[in-house]
């Protein structure tokens, strides 16, 4: 689990970082953390025939933190699939899905991202909704619904996603002071599959006043592809430089700034550090869909440099994007199965700080949680207590679990009927 390195009455973790504890819990807090007894077969009792100690207690985290999501797209593939696995195809079909939204097919699948969501152990969720064009309005509405309706189980961020000019309108203006009186963020899209404009500084630097003077904050879809190598971080970081800001800018994506040799891209990266920019990296969604091309494996695996920016101090979180839409057609709101897919695809290591702190306390601090996920006398009795013993299991297939809060077990998670998944295929079955 995530525990305070500045108690010096805990014992220090082992080469996997991990430390057994007891945890003292009382209406739903956490009272004290003590160290656990030495196990029986520490001394050699306890052990099997063979001589083999069991397993020793299991692993805990606290529940983790999406820092990107879209739950108005979740669930829609089968209805508006791209076989193509292009960005250009997944913009399409998320446009057809977009113009025909009702608000009880929205809230449905929502309320379902939501419900896998908290019982796979999820806390907070920060989600970017299409809100440009006829049905933006309705999209917001239905999510900000969910938002007050999931609030004592789970935080719902709401993030404004348009193209970036669209806050220097009148209908971006008002959706901007809706947003900012929800505690929502204002959101936009520089590059990637919306293409690169002439204005997209103006724009950035125009919707950076906007929040600024709304108190809200700002999290950009950035540089999401395999050209323009940095360019629509370099815009944010000149706006930056040319009005500071009191309020927080996280950049999402960043993708093609990877591409760049490696001492310009340490610049940039270094230049965000001094700017205390955030960043969300999304490896799942961007390993499929970036630099596809007919009959080639890709060569160009585009993500945001996770390791170099955190090295230079920028606080990196990492999520799971799109879940079963057309930008990507698997993902299921659990959030150790993208820690699981981090590990091969970002090379992030659990058992190192910088490894896990994407998932939860660095995915805290970009959301400004009230809780950085770290469990101290005072804190919430939040768990998730994992059928495995090391990372080793964790990492070898994706475990079971039990989620806690306020020191009371979740409902297991339900599991549809094989009888409800089989029906209609009866003749089929001998």
């Known amino acids: 689990m995530l525990l305070d390195p500045r108690d010096g009455r805990l014992p220090q973790g082992d080469q996997d970082g991990l ?54 797209k979740a669930f829609s593939a089968a209805r508006f699939p791209n076989r193509a696995g292009t960005i250009a195809a997944a913009l399409a079909a998320n446009q057809a899905e977009t113009s025909c939204r009702t608000a009880e097919d929205l809230e449905q699948r929502a309320e379902r991202a939501l419900l896998r969501a908290w019982r796979q152990g999820l806390r907070a969720i920060r989600s970017h909704v299409d809100c440009g064009g006829e049905r933006g309005d309705l999209s917001l509405e239905v999510l900000d619904g969910l938002r007050r309706r999931w609030a004592d189980r789970l935080e719902l961020q709401l993030v404004g996603l348009v193209p970036i000019n669209h806050w220097g309108t009148q209908q971006g203006r008002l959706q901007a002071r809706w947003l900012a009186q929800r505690g929502g963020r204002l959101g936009g899209v520089i590059g990637g599959p919306l293409g690169n404009g002439s204005g997209d500084g103006d724009a950035v630097l125009e919707t950076l006043r906007l929040a600024d003077q709304l108190g809200c904050g700002v999290d950009l879809h950035l540089d999401e592809g395999v050209s323009h190598r940095g360019r629509g971080v370099r815009l944010v970081c000149e706006a930056l430089e040319r009005q500071r800001l009191q309020v927080p800018v996280v950049c999402s994506h960043a993708c093609s700034m990877a591409l760049l040799p490696p001492r310009a891209c340490q610049r940039l990266v270094d230049r965000m550090a001094r700017l205390a920019l955030g960043v969300v990296a999304l490896p799942s969604t961007n390993l499929w869909l970036l630099d596809r091309r007919a009959e080639a494996t890709p060569t160009r695996r585009a993500q945001a440099p996770i390791r170099q920016l955190q090295n230079s101090g920028v606080v990196v979180a990492v999520g799971g994007d799109n879940v079963q839409d057309a930008w990507f057609p698997g993902g299921d709101f659990d959030p150790l199965e993208v820690l699981r897919f981090a590990v091969v695809a970002s090379h992030l290591h659990p058992w190192s700080r910088q490894g896990l702190s994407p998932f939860s306390t660095a995915a805290a ?66």
């Not at 077969?41 to 990107?68: C, M």
């Not at 409902?411 to 079955?429: F, N, Q, S, V, Y």
């Open 19 to 72: 430390v057994s504890v007891v945890l003292e819990i009382e209406a739903g807090r956490i009272q004290a953390l003590h160290p656990a007894p030495e196990p029986p077969y520490a001394s050699g009792s306890g052990r099997d025939a063979q001589g083999a100690a069991p397993p020793g207690p299991p692993l805990a985290l606290t529940p983790l933190v999406e820092p990107h999501a879209h739950l108005d």
């Open 365 to 430: 601090q970009l959301l400004q949680l009230e809780w950085d996920g770290i469990l101290r006398p005072g804190s919430p009795a939040d768990l998730v207590v994992l059928d495995a013993h090391n990372w080793s299991d964790l990492l070898a297939r994706s475990p079971q679990r039990r989620v806690m809060r306020g020191g009371v077990w979740l409902p297991k998670p339900e599991r549809e009927e094989p009888a409800a998944l089989l029906r209609g295929w009866g003749d089929w079955i001998a």
